[in-house]
């Protein structure tokens, strides 16, 4: 069984750039999705970026594709997610998955994935 930890969240200013973690533990399979989500205070969990493990293809929210960024290092079986210009509408627990068998279609959906991190909490401050 797979386990995900995220690191790197933290305090920011607006304006600037964080980098988040997910590293696996366990195999990832070529089939393989991983997606990052995030979820704000007395809002629901909402999709932020996903790549396919093996075909490195990736999509983005509207609200984040010009900013942010997720790519994956496969020898260190760890994704990430580069965030730029952020706003204090960023402010939220991002949490990273596991989808064992995705489409393109589905990766955007939070039920689909089979496996969480714990979530690391990410502040921005005007």
């Known amino acids: 069984q797979v386990q995900l930890v995220e690191s790197g969240g933290g305090l920011v200013q607006a304006g600037t750039s964080l980098t988040l973690s997910c590293t696996a533990s366990?195999?990832?399979?070529?089939?393989?999705?991983i997606g990052w989500f995030r979820q704000a205070p007395t809002k629901d969990r909402e999709f932020v970026a996903a790549?396919?493990?093996?075909?490195?293809?990736?999509i983005y929210a509207d609200s984040v594709k010009d900013r942010f960024t997720i790519s994956r290092d496969a020898a260190a079986n760890t994704v990430y997610l580069q965030m730029n210009n952020l706003k204090s509408e960023d402010t939220a627990v991002y949490y990273c998955?596991?989808?064992?068998?995705?489409?393109?279609?589905?990766?955007?959906?939070?039920?689909?994935?089979?496996?969480w991190g714990q979530g690391t909490q990410v502040t921005i401050s005007d």
């Open positions: 790549v396919r493990w093996r075909l490195n293809d990736k």
């Open positions: 998955a596991v989808d064992r068998s995705p489409t393109r279609a589905t990766m955007k959906i939070s039920s689909e994935y089979d496996i």
């Open positions: 366990g195999t990832i399979y070529a089939n393989d999705a």
